[in-house]
């Protein structure tokens, strides 16, 4: 099992929709989570932390986090073109001496 | 705020010769920084961890003589990419994490990197 799992893609979804993008992760001691996008060729920036069960939201991004099924997800609202990119969740493993692993990411797609 | 710099942006160097990748936290002190390489469509793969004032770690199957990592201060790491060839062609990425104990870690912009 990955210690960060998502589904690669492509995720398609038409502009003005909502786009989910799930996570699922493998220690059930982690604490800390983290949602960055990478455009093609670009270095991954980061979009949102979360780190209470729940919600957050931030502008048109909800980060959404469930420690008893080890889930979180990113929903981003009124898709743009502009956030076609690939979608990296990343998670601090406490049981790997603080080290942050990466998903493979999850590529989207917003068609007009 | 949280800016980190890469240099250089891209590099084409022949078969052989050492290449040095510079990153820098410009408006915060780093402890850690982190080597990344990705290759093609391929995600993030995580080289070493880089301490400052201290020996970097590296990740199961990354020579360590190969890719030299220093950390020398607070705002700044280098990795050599010694005797470079044709398959060390990658996008080499850094990230900083804040030493004032946040855990988010903030990319550099990447280095490209061609070995002829």
């Known amino acids: 099992q990955k210690e960060v799992e998502q589904n690669s893609g492509p995720l398609s979804v038409p502009e003005g929709a909502i786009a989910s993008l799930n996570c699922t992760y493998s220690?059930?001691?982690?604490?800390?989570f983290f949602w960055y996008r990478q455009y093609s060729g670009k270095s991954p920036e980061l979009i949102m932390s979360?780190?209470?069960?729940g919600d957050k939201e931030d502008g048109r991004f909800t980060a959404q986090l469930n420690k008893a099924s080890q889930y979180v997800s990113l929903l981003i609202r009124d898709s743009q073109p502009s956030d076609s990119a690939t979608y990296l969740c990343a998670v601090i493993q406490y049981s790997s001496a603080s080290k942050i692993i990466f998903g493979s990411g999850t590529r989207l797609s917003i068609r007009p | 705020g949280a800016v980190v710099s890469q240099h250089p942006s891209r590099v084409i160097c022949k078969s052989g010769t050492s290449v040095k990748i510079e990153c820098r936290s410009l408006?915060?002190?780093?402890?850690?920084m982190f080597w990344y390489r990705q290759f093609p469509k391929q995600s993030l793969m995580l080289m070493a961890t880089?301490?400052?004032?201290?020996?970097?770690?590296?990740e199961q199957g990354v020579e360590k003589d190969k890719f030299l990592i220093n950390h020398a201060s607070l705002t700044l790491s280098t990795l050599t990419v010694t005797s470079a060839h044709p398959e060390d062609s990658s996008f080499y990425i850094c990230?900083?994490?804040?030493?004032?104990?946040?855990?988010?870690?903030?990319f550099g912009p990447g280095t490209r990197l061609l070995v002829l």
């Open positions: 990230s900083a994490r804040d030493a004032r104990g946040q855990e988010t870690q903030y």
């Open positions: 979360i780190y209470s069960n």
């Open positions: 408006d915060f002190q780093a402890t850690t």
């Open positions: 880089s301490n400052e004032g201290s020996k970097a770690t590296y």
């Open positions: 220690d059930r001691g982690s604490q800390s």
